[in-house]
């Protein structure tokens, strides 16, 4: 007996163009299907991260314009306040003419240097040779420095006005010294209690004043002027002999101008060297004219 078999029923193995179409037939709209499944969720993560990293961008341009904005505002800030604010010291270059005076005199000192301009070696000098006068002599001398006066007219009112304020009695101001030298103004003055002066001495006291403060002032010369001044008075007050003082230079300037007799005689050359060029300048090229025709 015969069975027939119909294409359909046949195994795929046993029918291979069948196998064949079929697999050609799935490969061919499986791609089609998946290509379209994947094409949107693709499509739509593209999206997303595109629309997330222009937002973050976008928002940080601002935030870094923002941030920029309020540092330059801040440096400008600071800059005004630095500018147009008081400045502020601490110490002595705080202190003014009014200060010096309410602070009263230097108590492990001899020196109140608001002006700043003594050195350190200037002021141990200082303390030792006025030290070494008060055990001996028991005279005090105290030197300030300043840089401008606004409250008195002239150094003398002020170191008259220091006295007062530092040494208000008789008896405390008598055998005090106060030397005060201004240094804007390049000029000094001496002042003292009755005994101090007495024991130095008008003249001293005056060449002090007219020859080592406002001379070596002048020279800007601050250290040596005020170190002087002390050697000076405290000389007179032991009796030594008067080491003077510097004197202002005579700085007369010799004329430019040249005399009568050498304005001549420059004159007189003047006027021979102009001569010779003129006649070297037509005779030269008259000579050589000539030569060039009889050539011919």
């Not at 208000?168 to 002042?191: C, D, F, M, R, Y």
Request: net charge neutral; with cysteine; hydrophobic share 40%.
């Amino acid at each position: 007996m015969e069975t027939i078999l119909s294409s359909h029923t046949i195994h795929p193995t046993l029918n291979p163009k069948s196998s064949i179409s079929k697999n050609l037939l799935l490969s061919s709209h499986q791609p089609r299907s998946t290509h379209l499944f994947l094409s949107k969720p693709i499509a739509c993560t593209l999206k997303k991260h595109a629309s997330q990293s222009v937002k973050p961008s976008s928002l940080a341009e601002p935030k870094n314009w923002f941030a920029h904005a309020q540092q330059g505002v801040a440096a400008l800030a600071i800059s005004l306040a630095l500018n147009f604010s008081p400045v502020l010291f601490t110490g002595n270059a705080m202190a003014s003419e009014f200060d010096v005076i309410n602070e009263g005199p230097p108590k492990e000192s001899y020196v109140v240097d608001d002006a700043n301009v003594l050195s350190r070696v200037t002021k141990s000098d200082l303390k030792r040779l006025l030290s070494d006068l008060e055990s001996r002599k028991n005279f005090h001398i105290n030197f300030v420095t300043v840089r401008k006066l606004t409250s008195k007219a002239d150094a003398f009112e002020y170191a008259d006005q220091v006295l007062e304020k530092w040494y208000p009695t008789l008896e405390e101001g008598s055998n005090k010294g106060i030397v005060v030298l201004v240094t804007s103004q390049k000029e000094g003055a001496v002042t003292g209690g009755p005994a101090f002066v007495e024991a130095v001495g008008e003249n001293i006291l005056d060449a002090t004043v007219t020859e080592n403060l406002p001379v070596l002032a002048t020279e800007e010369k601050y250290n040596e002027a005020i170190y002087s001044s002390a050697k000076r008075l405290v000389a007179a007050i032991d009796g030594l002999p008067d080491p003077g003082g510097p004197q202002f230079k005579d700085n007369k300037r010799e004329s430019n101008f040249k005399s009568r007799e050498e304005t001549e005689e420059k004159r007189g050359q003047f006027s021979l060297v102009v001569g010779g060029l003129l006649v070297i300048a037509f005779v030269v090229p008259m000579a050589q004219y000539y030569a060039y025709v009889s050539k011919k």
